[in-house]
């Protein structure tokens, strides 16, 4: 490559650093306190880093290992269910991690939606928005079912269709009052989740 070339060079990738500058300084949203400014794209940090352990742990216990362990164990025997929590693993920790490091680079309001908009393309944030409104359409109703399956092994006295109105208000309700209490209502869950593990 010439000097001159090289030359040339330099300035394209001062201006793309300066462009990449003012880019983070338009879309970064600082985590202020409530009240500060207008308040508008602000965000405030309400899970505490029990809230996140818990979080984090409560996570990996779904419905799933209560429910569908012993026919995947049956079917696949220990190495195959070995490998496909391992495979599995691998793609849900290479998401987050691809997601921690894009939050951590640019914190965006509206969460992954947004992130797509950002770095891919606003149709693409469009198709992600719709594909996660109808990926809840479908699991809500199903935790709900699966919530009724597990209590009916109890009591079944009682008709299903009371355990899943009384499951879908809680998690409405949850919903409704903010991060704090997602955050408070995640640690309960999780610890109730665990000692189940601990004790079975």
């Known amino acids: 490559m010439s ?13 793309s650093q300066e462009r990449v500058n003012e880019d983070v300084e338009k879309h970064h949203i600082s985590y202020e306190t409530e ?15 029990r809230h996140l352990g818990f979080i984090a742990i409560g996570g990996v216990i779904g419905t799933g290992l209560f ?5 995947a164990l049956k079917k696949g025997g220990p190495i195959g269910l070995l490998l496909g929590y391992s495979i599995m693993g691998t793609i849900c920790l290479s998401v987050a991690v ?13 969460g992954h939606i947004s992130l797509a908009a950002r770095f891919v ?22 935790e709900l079912s699966a919530a009724a399956v ?11 269709a009371a355990w899943i109105t009384m499951c879908l208000v809680v998690a409405v309700a949850i919903n409704v009052l903010g991060a704090g209490a997602y ?18």
């Open 98 to 110: 691809s997601l921690g490091e894009m939050v951590a680079y640019l914190p965006i309001a509206g």
């Open 35 to 49: 009240g500060a400014g207008n308040g508008e794209g602000k965000l405030k940090r309400q899970l505490k880093a």
């Open 183 to 200: 955050g408070e209502a995640e640690f309960i869950f999780a610890s109730i989740k665990v000692l189940t593990i601990v004790s079975i």
């Open 121 to 142: 393309n606003p149709a693409f944030s469009f198709t992600m928005g719709w594909n996660y409104y109808y990926n809840w359409v479908i699991i809500l109703p199903a």
């Open 3 to 15: 000097e001159s070339n090289l030359k040339e060079k330099v300035p394209d990738t001062q201006l």
């Open 150 to 160: 597990l209590i009916n092994y109890w009591n079944k006295t009682v008709n299903n």
């Open 67 to 71: 429910l569908g362990t012993a026919g």
